[in-house]
């Protein structure tokens, strides 16, 4: 909890030294979803273990373009990713170079988990909860870094925006594995994959000229099957910011790096039960969002 309040203090000053206000979430009171009862996303087997799976292609319902779409798992550990060490290229990939938001579109996230992440104004006897939960506060706050890195300089007060306002809802989420549905969802649940802690999921235009190219939809899965979380860096546990933050990236439009070098990178593949060094953005990191946006 203390750790908490240390990070909404630090959101806040953060919102009054940029001079944007926090998202602040559609409060909802209702009643939790029976834990234990969560749904599992199943991952095409053939791509078992891939970290980058093809979706193959479909119409966008909002814009009626053909899109593609990917899965982009986030695997425990690894070792060292098999990679070399770097060797001076920039320490950012793109999913695809001019691949990113050219709209702001609002998000969704439906908090409940089984992973041990907190509700705030959870009154067990009466299992009914008032919001907004950690992992909304944390993602938007996660979301506000990628934004504050756009100009290439974190901490200036000047900030970009990539990702619109959020709602939380208790209204079951599906992460589009063949078809972009047009709404940007966020949960947990169980993935297929074994070791795999997330997935985001994109769609967008990835080829043709740089400028034709952007991305029009992002689901996001947090593993609480496999995987308990944490808001402190817990032994044992997954960071939920230190992950979040991580996925984020991909959201935004980045692509995971490999290489020795790049280990130090919120954007490096591999991640490990309570490493928390993702949660701040590194050289590499800054710069992308930079380049990109
Ligand atoms: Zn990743």
Redesign the pocket.
Same mark, same amino acid.
């Given at each position: 909890m203390r750790e908490r309040l240390i990070a909404l203090v630090i959101g806040l000053t953060l919102a009054l030294m940029t001079g944007t206000a926090l998202a602040m979430p559609e409060r909802l009171g209702g009643t939790l979803d029976t834990p234990g009862n969560h749904k599992t996303l199943t991952l095409p087997a053939a791509a078992d273990h891939s970290?980058v799976i093809s979706l193959g292609t479909a119409v966008d319902p909002q814009t009626g373009k053909v899109v593609e779409g990917y899965a982009?798992?986030?695997y425990a550990k690894g070792g060292n990713g098999g990679g070399k060490p770097g060797s001076g290229s920039p320490l950012y990939a793109f999913m695809s170079k001019g691949a990113k938001w050219k709209t702001v579109e609002p998000w969704l996230l439906n908090p409940v988990n089984n992973g041990g992440l907190p509700y705030d104004e959870f009154d067990p006897g009466n299992n009914t909860y008032g919001g907004p939960s950690f992992a909304f506060g944390n993602l938007s706050y996660d979301i506000g870094k990628w934004e504050d890195a756009t100009d290439g300089t974190i901490g200036n007060g000047v900030s970009g925006k990539i990702l619109g306002d959020a709602a939380e809802t208790f209204a079951a989420l599906e992460a589009d594995l063949v078809t972009p549905d047009g709404s940007n969802e966020v949960y947990f649940a169980g993935i297929s994959d074994s070791g795999a802690i997330a997935v985001?999921v994109v769609w967008g235009i990835f080829g043709g000229p740089p400028q034709g190219r952007e991305l029009v939809e992002w689901d996001q899965v947090y593993d609480d099957a496999d995987y308990t979380w944490s808001t402190s860096g817990e032994a044992g546990k997954m960071d939920f910011e230190n992950i979040a933050t *991580?996925?984020l +990236? *991909?959201s935004i439009g980045l692509a995971?790096l490999y290489t020795l070098g790049a280990s130090e990178q919120t954007?490096y +593949?591999y991640a490990d039960y309570g490493e928390t060094k993702k949660q701040t953005l590194e050289s590499g990191d800054i710069a992308g969002a930079d380049t990109l946006y």
């Open positions: 970290p982009i798992v986030h985001t *991580h996925e +990236g *991909h995971d954007m +593949g």
